[in-house]
């Protein structure tokens, strides 16, 4: 079993506790150690990743209210905590692959299965999707506008 570095932590700390029972469970399950690398978000640094094309949310296009549902990381007034988590891959000696498409599909599978498990069994209260599959059809490589992997949020 795998446990949060401090890094990951501070990222855990801020997203909703749907999330942390996912995270936490997909440690118990999980061969591939990850990292949490971004939780919860300003408007401000979402609007810098838009910017340079690292995000298709634009918060200039929304009120403060509507952009928590567009940007599922984004904190604000409406929403103190984040509803999206964005990860790499962990692997000892190999830093080449932490965001190797091999090693982030098979975490978006530990993370989504142990979100569906939870939520069938009403531990949680949302379900969850991936940046990989934003529509939820189960085609990962040819229909997915913005195929963002290291991408986890709630529905």
Known sequence: MFTLSGRSQKVYDTLHKDLKLVID???KYSQVDFTLIEGAR?????????????????PEKYSAYELISKGKHIVNNHRLESWAFDFIASVPGKPELIY??????????VFT??????FAEGKISHDIRS?????????????????????????
Do not use: C
Not at 43 to 52: E, S, V
Not at 100 to 109: A, P, Q, T, V
């Open 25 to 27: 469970e997909a440690l």
């Open 42 to 58: 300003t408007t401000a640094r979402q609007q810098m990743l838009f910017n340079k094309g690292k995000s298709k949310v634009n």
């Open 100 to 109: 190797d498409k091999y090693h982030l599909l098979y975490l978006i599978g």
């Open 113 to 118: 299965s142990v979100g569906k498990r939870l």
């Open 131 to 155: 940046g990989a599959n934003w529509d939820m059809d189960g085609e990962l490589k040819y229909d997915q506008g913005f195929f963002d992997a290291p991408h986890i949020e709630l529905i």
